[in-house]
């Protein structure tokens, strides 16, 4: 059994990482709800603009879009994948798992013949496809918990160019999805081309005339939807880190003063003994000197 001095050692230790780990909680805590009201505040804006769009689709059905963002190329050989992950860890199993389904994502693609670059968003994505496939095209780190749309705009613009010039053939973009503050969910979803919406969910109430023409607004809009995406998706990955790493400090303070409970009473148990073992050699002491001097 350890002696008192290193268990007091271990829980002092204890108590101190117990403190450490409340104070980052509160302060994700803090960061998750301003995340959140983000997230949110910016889904009404993509749901009109899905609805704009599928409007402008409709309207040009058969009309020749040669050239725009939502031609699909028939032979897919080059695809570009956005990750967005956070810049540090202490968030549980978020970064593991969206790890693991963009890596499973790439090695698809790669099963089938088609070469995958990675524009990595955040540290940890960014030294995860550097340590594993060497091929990373650009990267954006260090962004603000509050990032704004020309933050992110050097990805976006660098995408959509390369599938204008033919780089790519298709563009996705893996991060972790915002349910609620116990679930994130890993998401890879493709951004370019853009799809048409399910024209009967997206059905603008009023009847609007497009200048200088609808082909023309919805050209300037293709480009816009994939930033808003792309911006979307940094958001959610934001508010999915902050709830992560709260939950995980909580459980981290939770253990920590489990463990000084069991070191205190472990602690108690040594003192007892040396208590114990100190009295039964007084004692002893006691009786040899009696028989002495009897």
Request: glycine share 6%; net charge positive.
């Given at each position: ?20 780990t ?81 890596g ?33 095209s ?32 298709e ?19 493709k ?40 911006y979307?998706?940094?958001?959610e ?6 709830s ?37 050699e ?13």
């Amino acid at each position: 059994m350890a002696n008192t001095r290193e268990i007091r050692g271990r829980i002092r230790s204890a108590k101190n990482v117990a403190k450490i780990t409340r104070a980052m909680e509160m302060v994700s805590a803090s960061k998750m709800r301003r995340a959140q009201r983000n997230v949110e505040s910016t889904r009404p804006y993509i749901e009109h603009m899905i609805e704009v769009m599928g409007e402008l689709m409709e309207r040009m059905v058969g009309s020749a879009r040669r050239g725009s963002l939502l031609d699909a190329r028939e032979k897919i050989s080059n695809v570009a994948l956005v990750v967005v992950t956070p810049d540090r860890g202490l968030c549980g199993s978020l970064v593991a798992n969206l790890l693991r389904t963009a890596g499973r994502f790439v090695l698809e693609q790669n099963n089938q013949g088609r070469q995958v670059e990675v524009h990595a968003v955040g540290r940890k994505g960014r030294d995860f496809f550097n340590r594993n496939y060497h091929n990373v095209s650009s990267e954006v780190t260090h962004l603000p918990d509050r990032p704004e749309l020309a933050d992110i705009l050097g990805v976006a613009i660098g995408v959509i160019r390369g599938f204008r010039n033919e780089r790519y053939d298709e563009v996705y973009v893996a991060y972790s999805e915002f349910v609620n503050t116990l679930t994130q969910r890993p998401v890879i979803k493709k951004v370019i081309p853009v799809e048409s919406p399910p024209s009967k969910e997206h059905h603008l109430q009023a009847d609007y005339t497009y200048e200088p023409g609808e082909e023309e607004v919805l050209n300037e809009l293709l480009p816009r939807y994939v930033e808003i995406q792309i911006y979307q998706s940094i958001l959610e990955n934001i508010a999915s880190e902050h709830s992560a790493r709260m939950v995980a400090m909580q459980n981290a303070t939770k253990n920590a003063k489990d463990l000084v409970r069991d070191l205190t009473l472990s602690y108690n148990k040594a003192r007892q003994s040396n208590i114990t073992s100190e009295v039964s050699e007084i004692a002893t002491g006691a009786n040899a000197l009696a028989e002495i001097w009897g």
